[in-house]
């Protein structure tokens, strides 16, 4: 009898030991959520912190495969190049110095509605002068009222 108890306990001792072929993949899952999560929480702030109240267009949208560089224009008057406030002056230099002096970089222009149209074509105007090519002023789209019946 003890023989018995002694040839199934190895046996069984035998099967715990032999390492296992499969890999565990809920913890993989759970931090691919948790990343999936994190990104889709922080993308929507990735985008230019500068608050500027554009104006209305009917115009298609521009698309691209880069991403774009902005330079805001409040309605102060004040210029921003992506969130950093800049005096006219320094905005060439560092324009051309975000950009590796790459000419065909996109550059998109926000101004206020409430701003001065000669400040945002002197921007366009400074930038343009500079050698960039691809200059765009973006506004929103106008908001579609439901049409009664």
């Known amino acids: 009898m003890a023989a018995s108890f002694q040839s199934q306990s190895r046996r069984y001792a035998r099967r715990r030991a032999q ?11 759970d931090v691919m959520l948790v990343l999936l999560v994190i990104f889709m929480v922080t993308a929507p702030l ?58 065909d970089i996109r550059i998109f222009v926000r101004g206020d509605a409430a701003v001065n149209y000669g400040r945002v074509m002197e921007v366009m105007g400074l930038v343009n002068n500079a050698g960039f090519r691809k200059v765009a002023l973006i506004a929103r789209q106008p908001i579609k009222k439901a049409r009664k019946k």
């Open 19 to 29: 390492p296992m072929s499969e890999i565990n993949v809920t913890p993989f899952v």
């Open 46 to 103: 990735l985008t230019v912190g500068v608050k500027v109240d554009l104006p209305q267009t009917k115009a298609g949208a521009v698309t691209g495969s880069d991403e774009p560089l902005a330079i805001s224009v409040k309605k102060d008057g004040q210029v921003f190049v992506q969130d950093t406030a800049t005096e006219l002056d320094g905005l060439v230099p560092k324009l051309l110095a975000i950009s590796g002096n790459n000419p």
